[in-house]
């Protein structure tokens, strides 16, 4: 199932919105991690410490690219650095992410946001030596 494209004339939420006119006010004090293929970004992860946990933001690759492994790498990436729980949402319909999260331990949880269709995800702390299971 895909979801059409915004229409010209529908403006994100604001708090969304205010992600994409400042972003570096947005994501102050997060960790970005940006995916590369010869030279050109084509992914990017961005995490920030929300209490006791690591959420990560935001998870996005080129669809050009997508099945190459950018999303694998990139949520590796931020699985590496973040020892303890990591949490995240999606939307129920993108099944590939749904699955690609399962694959790294995530379960989902209770929500934490009350948007209808989004899937509220939790991976447990990793205990010593242990990071992503790619």
């Known amino acids: 199932m895909s979801l059409p494209p915004l229409e010209q004339e529908e403006e994100l939420p604001p708090k969304y919105q205010a992600e994409v006119d400042h972003p570096e006010s947005a994501f102050e004090n997060a960790s970005v991690y940006l995916a590369e293929i010869h030279d050109e970004a084509v992914g990017v992860a961005i995490a920030k410490e929300v209490g006791a946990a690591t959420e990560i933001k935001r998870l996005w690759s080129d ?68 990071g992503s299971t790619a």
């Open 63 to 130: 669809p050009q690219v997508r099945g190459r492994g950018v999303g694998s790498a990139l949520l590796d990436a931020v699985l590496r650095e973040s020892p303890g729980v990591v949490r995240l949402s999606v939307w129920d319909w993108r099944t590939q992410a749904r699955r690609l999260y399962e694959s790294r331990g995530f379960v989902a949880v209770p929500s934490w946001d009350e948007r209808p269709g989004l899937v509220c995800m939790e991976r447990a702390a990793s205990g010593p030596g242990e």
